[in-house]
């Protein structure tokens, strides 16, 4: 079993910066897939960007490429978002997805890709 723990949300003003942070428990994360997703009112989940368990293997969605960056630190159990140049459409609760496998999974921006997820955090980005 995998729990995962989103912080670093918040209230930001367009263009500026937010990092968020995911800590995962138990002793499966370094061979673990990672992702990101957003979803805003009303609307459905959507993918942001995802990991692989060394890092190689980084895919962004269209919009937050350039603006996001997707890290992690395998030796603290972490995936990293930092979020540059925040937009009024960046606006969701971010979550943070795993996957136990070494390799990317075919369908990698689809969220039933996933087992385990976050409670979600806010982002709130103001115009």
């Known amino acids: 079993q995998v729990q995962l723990v989103e912080s670093g949300g918040g209230l930001v003003q367009a263009g500026g910066s937010l990092r968020l942070s995911c800590v995962a428990s138990?002793?499966?994360?370094?061979?673990?897939?990672m992702g990101w997703f957003r979803q805003a009112p009303g609307k459905e989940r959507e993918f942001v960007a995802d990991?692989?368990?060394?890092?190689?293997?980084?895919d962004y969605l269209a919009s937050v490429k350039g603006r996001f960056t997707i890290s992690r630190d395998n030796a603290k159990n972490r995936v990293y978002l930092v979020m540059n140049d925040l937009k009024p459409e960046d606006t969701a609760v971010y979550y943070c997805?795993?996957?136990?496998?070494?390799?990317?999974?075919?369908?990698?921006?689809?969220?039933?890709?996933?087992?385990?997820w976050g409670q979600g955090t806010q982002v709130t980005v103001s115009s």
């Open positions: 990991i692989s368990w060394d890092g190689d293997n980084i």
């Open positions: 138990g002793r499966t994360f370094s061979r673990s897939f």
């Open positions: 997805a795993a996957t136990v496998t070494y390799f990317r999974p075919a369908s990698y921006s689809d969220y039933g890709s996933y087992n385990y």
